[in-house]
């Protein structure tokens, strides 16, 4: 799995770690945790419309930061579960940006499981760094 939650780091809060080879992978997977701290079977979201975003920021990490957040906002905002279809980062270490197409439906009750609902994404012990093996990123969910 290229996440893992992480119980110690923030008491009322969620955490997970996520890994990659590239930072595509990381930021994948930390979408795929997220939602799954939203909802219990994202496999059952289906892939019924359609966002195209593009984010821009100074630093890596605060483009993952704003990446997360898009999946706060469209769950919040517009009712709205989405997967990544698709996802280019350009330029990471002087001016990153994203272009990303996303893919889901209108949140339904009765074929959603809703798990705990995730307000923010936190900037505490917020991470992005280069490993041995890659790219790594610690997150922590305002729930």
């Known amino acids: 799995m290229p996440y893992s939650y992480m119980d110690d780091i923030a008491i009322a809060d969620v955490a997970f770690r996520a890994e990659g080879a590239s930072l595509e992978e ?46 706060v906002y469209f769950k919040d905002a517009e009712q709205l579960l989405l997967q990544v279809d698709h996802l280019n980062i350009h330029d990471p270490l002087g001016n990153p940006s994203l272009n990303a197409v996303l893919k889901g439906e209108k949140l339904d009750r009765r074929k959603h499981l809703c798990g705990t609902d995730v307000k923010a994404v936190t900037l505490h012990l917020f991470t992005v760094k280069k490993t041995a093996e890659g790219w790594e990123a610690t997150v922590v969910l305002d729930v």
Do not use: C, G
């Open 26 to 71: 990381v930021f994948l997977a930390s979408w795929d945790a997220t939602l799954n701290v939203l909802v219990e079977k994202p496999e059952k979201i289906s892939p019924r419309e359609t966002k195209k975003i593009s984010l821009q920021a100074k630093r890596i990490d605060m483009l993952l930061f704003s990446f997360l957040n898009e999946l």
